[in-house]
């Protein structure tokens, strides 16, 4: 089965640090670009990093950066998200995303089913 699956959401107080887990199975992750999304109530999904494929290249939105860091385990087949210093406005329900393209417009992508997380003190 394909799929993808966060772990290690929950409570977590301002200025802490939290562990998210994105881990693949049905497919290799290291074939994908991964991104972090979220979505807090009553906003749209938003993206809040993301990184490459084969190169590692990262990219962080400017509201994470410097407290959020990603990276990937392939012989785990799992992208992490380590969230330092997170703020009350991080709260929301955190997606991963595994996305692939290949030439002529082809390509697949999976999201998890999302992990809540609640900073807060």
């Known amino acids: 089965q394909v799929q993808l699956v966060e772990s290690g959401g929950g409570l977590v107080q301002p200025g802490g640090s939290l562990r998210l887990s994105c881990a693949a199975s049905?497919?290799?992750?290291?074939?994908?670009?991964i991104g972090w999304f979220r979505q807090a109530p009553g906003k749209e999904r938003e993206g809040v990093l993301c990184i490459g494929s084969r190169d590692g290249s990262t990219y962080y939105a400017d509201s994470v950066k410097g407290r959020f860091t990603v990276s990937r385990d392939n012989a785990k087949n799992t992208v992490y998200l380590q969230m330092n210093s997170p703020k009350p406005e991080d709260t929301a329900v955190h997606y991963c995303?595994?996305?692939?393209?290949w030439g002529g417009g082809g390509g697949d992508e999976y999201w998890g089913q999302g992990i809540q997380v609640i900073v807060s003190s």
């Open positions: 995303h595994a996305e692939r393209r």
């Open positions: 049905g497919f290799t992750l290291d074939d994908y670009a």
